[in-house]
Nanobody, 122 residues
Framework: VQLQASGGGLVQAGGSLRLSCTTS????????MGWFRQAPGKEREYVAA????????YYSDPVKGRFTISRDNAKGTVYLQMNSLKPEDTAVYYC????????????????WGQGTLVTVSS
């Protein structure tokens, strides 16, 4: 499975971006998906998780209330809508596929996408 993340860029603090992650298989049925980020000099950290039906969604505390994860299984795409961005959100963002949301939240990922850089200026 190959995952392709896109949508990163430069945005001012308070702005918004939407990241997308598409799969080479064309659908994401039965897979939990997540978004992660890695800031310079820091370890990769979990950001958001969604189960295969989109019935369960989870967020890390730093992004709760500002970011929204969603998915379109028919299109094989997972999204991360990021609002009210802060300079501390600056990082390379990665999508990942996992067995379930418990795994995703523990950053136990079976397949990684390449990263997309998000830079938030103050």
């Amino acid at each position: 499975v190959q995952l392709q993340a896109s949508g990163g860029g430069l945005v001012q603090a308070g702005g918004s971006l939407r990241l997308s992650c598409t799969t080479s298989e064309g659908n994401l049925s039965r897979s939990a998906m997540g978004w992660f980020r890695q800031a310079p000099g820091k370890e990769r950290e979990y950001v958001a998780a969604i189960n295969w039906s989109a019935g369960s969604r989870y967020y890390s505390d730093p992004v709760k209330g500002r970011f929204t994860i969603s998915r379109d299984n028919a299109k094989g795409t997972v999204y991360l809508q990021m609002n009210s961005l802060k300079p501390e959100d600056t990082a390379v963002y990665y999508c990942g596929e996992g067995r379930d949301t418990v795994s995703i939240r523990r950053t136990i990922v079976r397949y990684w996408g390449q990263g997309t850089l998000v830079t938030v200026s103050s």
